[in-house]
Nanobody, 123 residues
Framework: VTVAESGGGLVQAGESLRLSCTASGVDFKEVGMGWFRQALGKEREKVSCINWSGGTTHYSDSVKGRFTISRDNGKNIMYLQMNNLQPDDTAVYYC?????????????????WGQGTQVTVFS
């Protein structure tokens, strides 16, 4: 299985970005997916997940109300729309296939990581 992230960039606080994630080597429409991020010097943390159909999502408290996860199973792609970005959102963002329950945040990454995409937010 291979995943690839794209869409990161350098933005000012309050601006938006949309990240994309593609997955190959897996039946995309049958797997849960998630976004994770790792800031410099910190542990990788969960950001958001979405179940196989897109009908269930979960967000970490730090991004709830600002980020929206979605997926297009016809195109094998997942998105993370990030609005009102803040300096604390600066990190490398990764996507991954997930296991466990998404609805309550009890998910974890499964399989290999992609290269990630850098998001930098300046004030």
């Amino acid at each position: 299985v291979t995943v690839a992230e794209s869409g990161g960039g350098l933005v000012q606080a309050g601006e938006s970005l949309r990240l994309s994630c593609t997955a190959s080597g897996v039946d995309f429409k049958e797997v849960g997916m998630g976004w994770f991020r790792q800031a410099l010097g910190k542990e990788r943390e969960k950001v958001s997940c979405i179940n196989w159909s897109g009908g269930t999502t979960h967000y970490s408290d730090s991004v709830k109300g600002r980020f929206t996860i979605s997926r297009d199973n016809g195109k094998n792609i997942m998105y993370l729309q990030m609005n009102n970005l803040q300096p604390d959102d600066t990190a490398v963002y990764y996507c991954a296939i997930t296991r466990g329950w998404c609805y309550n945040g009890g998910y974890s990454p499964s399989g290999s990581w992609g290269q990630g995409t850098q998001v930098t937010v300046f004030s």
